[in-house]
Antibody, heavy 120, light 110 residues
Framework: QVQLVQSGAEVKKPGASVKVSCKAS????????MHWVRQAPGQGLEWMGI????????SYAQKFQGRVTMTRDTSTSTVYMELSSLRSEDTAVYYC?????????????WGQGTMVTVSS | EIVMTQSPATLSVSPGERATLSCRAS??????LAWYQQKPGQAPRLLIY???TRATGIPARFSGSGSGTEFTLTISSLQSEDFAVYYC????????????FGGGTKVEIK
């Protein structure tokens, strides 16, 4: 079945980086664009950016420009989200989610989420 | 950036009653509006896209309406499994691919 499986929980110190993976299965990897969305504890959803699994092009929310990097590995149908210079406010569940449109489509498929805790 | 505002923040409803949730956009998003349901400890699930089209497998008691800047999600007769947080999301940012979410409405048991 169509699914996105994310890597496990991470604990990082302030100033470090974290890299979260999202492995797609059950569909053609390049058929869906992949987004990253985060959710701080008890808070709402925040869109971080998008990657085109086909060509690797990306677009990031202004808030994360310079700190986030999204990449993909077509050989393993996996996308990655790396966030650097971590601070306590980055403690959140990070989700990958897929849409069929770059500009104009909702998120049909979601990963299960990866908890990232930033603490000294 | 388009700002999405949901109201109310919390809605207390008895099982079997009707729930009406609102979402307002700071500028027109046409019909490029989605609704998601999120239960504790779970990822969001797509309910409605295109403002009014139910996603695959979504029961008919969920309906969406609106266009432009004002949108509504209606749950006609609340079931126990419908108590959750609901988010709206716009996807009308061309030429940028941004997808802003509203702050959410928690539907709780009255």
């Amino acid at each position: 079945q169509v699914q996105l499986v994310q890597s496990g929980a991470e604990v990082k110190k302030p100033g470090a980086s974290v890299k979260v993976s999202c492995k797609a299965s059950g569909y053609t990897f390049t058929s869906y664009y992949m987004h990253w969305v985060r959710q701080a504890p008890g808070q709402g959803l925040e869109w971080m950016g998008i990657i085109n699994p086909s060509g690797g092009s990306t677009s990031y929310a202004q808030k994360f420009q310079g700190r986030v990097t999204m990449t993909r590995d077509t050989s393993t149908s996996t996308v990655y989200m790396e966030l650097s210079s971590l601070r306590s406010e980055d403690t959140a569940v990070y989700y990958c989610a897929a849409s069929s449109g770059w500009y104009d489509d909702a998120f049909d498929i979601w990963g299960q989420g990866t908890m990232v805790t930033v603490s000294s | 950036e388009i700002v999405m505002t949901q109201s109310p923040a919390t809605l207390s409803v008895s099982p079997g009653e009707r729930a009406t949730l609102s979402c307002r956009a700071s500028q027109s998003v046409s019909s490029n509006l989605a609704w998601y349901q999120q239960k504790p400890g779970q990822a969001p699930r797509l309910l409605i896209y295109g403002a009014s089209t139910r996603a695959t497998g979504i029961p008919a008691r969920f309906s969406g309406s609106g266009s432009g800047t004002e949108f509504t999600l209606t749950i006609s007769s609340l079931q126990s499994e419908d108590f959750a947080v609901y988010y709206c999301q716009q996807y009308n940012n061309w030429p940028l691919p941004g997808r802003e979410f509203g702050g959410g409405t928690k539907v709780e048991i009255k």
